[in-house]
């Protein structure tokens, strides 16, 4: 079992920056692929960034690339989402997201495991 617990969110304005983290359980961490979320209300939950296990590969949805970067520390069981030049469209609650069984993680329905959310609120 993988537990996943997100941390880092709150209320910036436009234009600032946060750091989400997601502190996973389990002895395997570094064999995940590990990924993050977000679900605005009335909104699908939708893609935001994905990593590889090793960290060597990662992928990001066009509405993010170039202002989010994921990244994940194996020997801390932490997964992190740098969020910069934030805009309220990308107001929402994150998720992390955990796969043991896939390679990729690009759709909500290729995770095996989810964190309980964290809320960010950009205003503008």
């Known amino acids: 079992q993988v537990q996943l617990v997100e941390s880092g969110g709150g209320l910036v304005q436009a234009g600032g920056s946060l750091r989400l983290s997601c502190a996973a359980s389990?002895?395997?961490?570094?064999?995940?692929?590990m990924g993050w979320f977000r679900q605005a209300p009335g909104r699908e939950r939708e893609f935001v960034a994905a990593?590889?296990?090793?960290?060597?590969?990662?992928d990001y949805a066009a509405s993010v690339k170039g202002r989010f970067t994921i990244s994940r520390d194996n020997a801390k069981n932490t997964l992190y989402l740098q969020m910069n030049s934030l805009a309220p469209e990308d107001t929402a609650v994150y998720y992390c997201?955990?796969?043991?069984?896939?390679?990729?993680?690009?759709?909500?329905?290729?995770?095996?495991?989810w964190g309980q959310g964290t809320q960010v609120t950009v205003s503008s």
């Open positions: 389990g002895r395997t961490f570094n064999s995940y692929t």
């Open positions: 990593i590889s296990w090793s960290g060597g590969t990662t």
């Open positions: 997201a955990a796969t043991t069984t896939r390679l990729r993680l690009i759709k909500a329905s290729d995770s095996d495991y």
